[in-house]
């Protein structure tokens, strides 16, 4: 796992959705043929930080409409110090 992601604090579940959800493992560049474990967490260090809100109890939740960021910018991004990093177990590689 890369640095980046050993600091999660939250992890949130793919959409439900079947549209969303084909949406978030494009950006994330997962394969769509690859089967997912059922329960695949996305790290929101993979999110912007104007993508969340806080709840009451001030937990941190996904605002509608966010979407991870798409992996083909991560080579723009420092914070990515290789081009392979890995979500919950699935280890990726970037384009």
Not at 6 to 35: E, M, Q
Not at 62 to 70: E, R, T
Request: aromatic share 10%.
């Amino acid at each position: 796992m890369n640095q980046w992601c050993k600091t999660c604090v939250y992890n949130f579940r793919l959409p439900s959705d079947p549209a969303k959800h084909i949406i978030w493992i494009s950006l994330l560049g997962i394969d769509r043929k690859k089967t997912l474990p059922k329960l695949t967490l996305i790290c929101s260090k993979h999110f912007y930080d104007k993508d969340f809100e806080n709840d009451l109890a001030g937990r941190k939740l996904l605002k509608d409409g966010a979407d991870p960021v798409d992996v083909r910018s991560i080579h723009d991004e420092q914070k990515y110090a290789s081009n392979t990093y890995s979500i919950k177990g699935i280890k990726l590689r970037s384009p």
